[in-house]
C-alpha cells in the first residue's frame, strides 16, 4: 500500500492520543475520527508498520490494541473493569437497559450509592471511598472511556470493549452451568 504522509492530516494528534493509550471516540473526538474513518486503511497500514495494531470498532470508536500494560494501566484497567461491572449490575437492578448506556448520567448521588450498595466488595480491592470512584471516574475520563460534563460523568461508546467482555463471561459461566447441569443428570455406571 501507497501511503501518502500528506493525506494523513491527524496523524499527530492521533498517534499521540493513541500511544498514550487513549481512546478515539466519535463523540468526543469528532476531527479525529472523521479524518480516522476517511484514511482507516492508511492509518491502519502505517500504524502497523511502526509496531501498533489499530483497532477500529464500528460502534464509534478506536484505540491501539496492545497486551502491554504499566502497573498505572493495569490497575486503573482492574479498577475501572470492576465499577463498570458494578455500575451496569446496579442499573440492570434498576431495570436500565445496558446498551443504552451513553444515556446514563453516573453523578455524586449514582457513586455515593453504587458505594453504598458495593461497599465490601470496593474496600476488598482497595478503594476505600465514594470519593475513590470519583478519581477512577477522572481517570477514566483521561483514557478516553468517560466525558465529565456538568459535574457528572457520561460513559462513553468505548465502554463497549467491557460490557463485551462482562458478555463473554456470562456466556461462560452459563456454559458452565449448563455443562455441570448434563453431569449431573448422566446416568452413573454401576461396575
Known amino acids: 500500500m501507497n501511503i501518502k504522509l500528506s493525506e494523513l492530516g491527524r496523524l ?3 498517534f499521540k492520543k493513541l500511544s498514550a493509550g487513549s ?13 480516522l474513518e476517511i484514511q482507516r486503511d492508511a492509518y491502519q497500514a502505517l500504524f502497523a508498520a511502526l509496531g501498533y495494531e489499530l483497532t477500529v470498532d464500528s460502534r464509534g470508536f478506536a484505540y491501539f ?5 504499566s502497573s498505572y494501566t493495569g490497575k486503573l484497567t482492574r479498577r475501572l473493569a470492576l465499577l463498570l461491572m458494578l455500575l451496569f449490575e446496579y442499573q440492570a437492578d434498576q431495570g436500565a437497559h ?3 448506556f451513553q444515556q446514563w448520567r453516573l453523578d455524586g448521588t449514582l457513586l455515593e450509592k453504587l458505594w453504598q450498595t458495593y461497599r465490601a466488595l470496593l474496600e476488598a480491592e482497595e478503594i476505600g471511598t465514594a470519593q475513590a470512584l470519583k478519581e ?6 483521561r483514557v478516553g472511556f468517560l466525558l465529565a460534563e456538568d459535574g457528572a460523568y457520561r460513559l462513553l461508546p468505548a465502554v463497549h470493549r467491557y460490557l463485551d467482555l462482562f458478555e463473554e463471561l ?3 459461566e452459563r ?5 455441570a447441569d448434563t453431569e449431573d443428570d448422566a446416568p452413573e455406571d454401576n461396575l
Open 98 to 100: 445496558l446498551f443504552q
Open 136 to 141: 477512577i471516574c477522572d481517570s477514566a475520563t
Open 170 to 172: 456470562a456466556q461462560a
Open 65 to 69: 490494541n496492545t497486551d502491554q500494560a
Open 23 to 35: 481512546h478515539i471516540n466519535h463523540q468526543q473526538d469528532n476531527e479525529l475520527w472523521v479524518d
Open 12 to 14: 499527530q494528534d492521533l
Open 175 to 179: 456454559h458452565e452451568e449448563a455443562f
